[in-house]
């Protein structure tokens, strides 16, 4: 089954690097117009280089209302539609007991974890998405469904996103479908303090013998993104290897 997107436009949160960049390439390969964004306008601009098709870039905080709103405009400017929408981006700046973690960094996580994804899907929503519907992806974590030490805070933040996704599933259609991904542990930057050190023995645990790639990721993004899953809303899909059905029942 080839799953295609022509005509289609799309948003990617946190799209410089690492699974936002394989989401982006699989739907520019697909035929989606993709347009990729985070932080550092540098790193975008080197991405969106090496995509295929017509993407295009806007250098927005994911936290940040009126950088979604200016992200939204410049999308419709460009290619006249928001069909797609991935909150992909992420942040995770504290690794310890979660009783131990600063307020400062609890708020970041919140900030850009769970309330980013509320911020872009309201942008789509009123730029776009509630005349004439579309497709939100979430990307949340094998960690919002089990506890893992280490990156508790991080995992409440995206038990919250699975949970979003659900209400606004519910709420949004049946203009709107809202999916969400559970990525087990994948090899890019983001996670590297956790596959370097501890990889090969997570992966010897996994059923699939493997830690993930982007590309893992990227494929059911095209999916959910695509008319194959045109009855399909308010779903977390799990793509872990298996470490979810491991004896573990998570990471570690």
């Given at each position: 089954?080839?799953l295609?997107?022509?005509?289609?436009?799309?948003?990617?949160?946190?799209?410089?690097?690492?699974?936002?960049?394989?989401?982006?390439?699989?739907?520019?390969e697909?035929?989606?117009?993709?347009?990729?964004?985070?932080?550092?306008?540098?790193?975008?601009?080197?991405?969106?280089?090496?995509?295929?098709?017509?993407?295009?870039?806007?250098?927005?905080?994911?936290?940040d209302?009126?950088?979604?709103?200016?992200?939204m405009?410049?999308?419709?400017?460009?290619?006249?539609?928001?069909?797609?929408?991935?909150?992909?981006?992420?942040?995770?700046?504290?690794?310890?007991?979660?009783?131990?973690?600063?307020?400062?960094?609890?708020?970041?996580?919140?900030?850009?974890?769970?309330?980013?994804?509320?911020?872009?899907?309201?942008?789509?929503?009123k730029?776009?998405?509630?005349?004439?519907?579309?497709?939100?992806?979430?990307?949340?974590?094998?960690?919002?469904?089990?506890?893992?030490?280490?990156?508790?805070?991080?995992?409440?933040?995206?038990?919250?996103?699975?949970?979003?996704?659900?209400?606004?599933?519910?709420?949004?259609g049946?203009?709107?479908?809202?999916n969400?991904?559970?990525?087990?542990?994948?090899?890019?930057?983001?996670?590297?303090?956790?596959?370097?050190?501890?990889?090969?023995a997570?992966?010897?645990?996994?059923?699939?013998?493997?830690?993930g790639?982007?590309?893992?990721?990227?494929?059911?993004?095209?999916?959910?993104?695509?008319?194959?899953?045109?009855?399909?809303?308010?779903?977390?899909?799990?793509?872990?290897?298996?470490?979810?059905?491991?004896?573990?029942?998570?990471?570690?």
């Amino acid at each position: 089954m080839e799953l295609r997107l022509d005509g289609k436009v799309a948003i990617v949160t946190g799209g410089s690097r690492g699974i936002g960049e394989a989401i982006a390439t699989y739907f520019a390969e697909a035929g989606a117009k993709v347009m990729i964004t985070s932080r550092k306008p540098d790193a975008l601009a080197e991405a969106a280089k090496k995509m295929p098709g017509d993407v295009s870039w806007f250098a927005a905080n994911a936290g940040d209302p009126e950088g979604a709103d200016a992200c939204m405009s410049e999308t419709l400017d460009r290619h006249g539609a928001i069909d797609i929408l991935v909150n992909n981006a992420a942040a995770n700046p504290y690794f310890g007991p979660m009783i131990g973690i600063d307020l400062g960094a609890a708020d970041k996580t919140v900030q850009v974890n769970q309330r980013g994804v509320l911020v872009w899907a309201a942008a789509a929503w009123k730029a776009y998405m509630h005349e004439n519907g579309g497709n939100v992806i979430n990307l949340a974590s094998i960690g919002g469904l089990s506890v893992e030490p280490g990156i508790g805070y991080y995992n409440v933040t995206k038990a919250a996103v699975i949970h979003m996704t659900r209400q606004l599933a519910a709420e949004l259609g049946p203009r709107v479908r809202v999916n969400a991904i559970a990525p087990g542990l994948v090899k890019t930057y983001f996670a590297k303090a956790l596959w370097e050190p501890f990889g090969d023995a997570i992966a010897s645990k996994l059923p699939l013998k493997r830690l993930g790639e982007p590309d893992d990721i990227a494929k059911v993004a095209l999916f959910l993104a695509s008319e194959a899953s045109a009855w399909i809303t308010g779903q977390t899909v799990v793509v872990d290897g298996g470490a979810m059905v491991s004896e573990s029942g998570g990471l570690f």
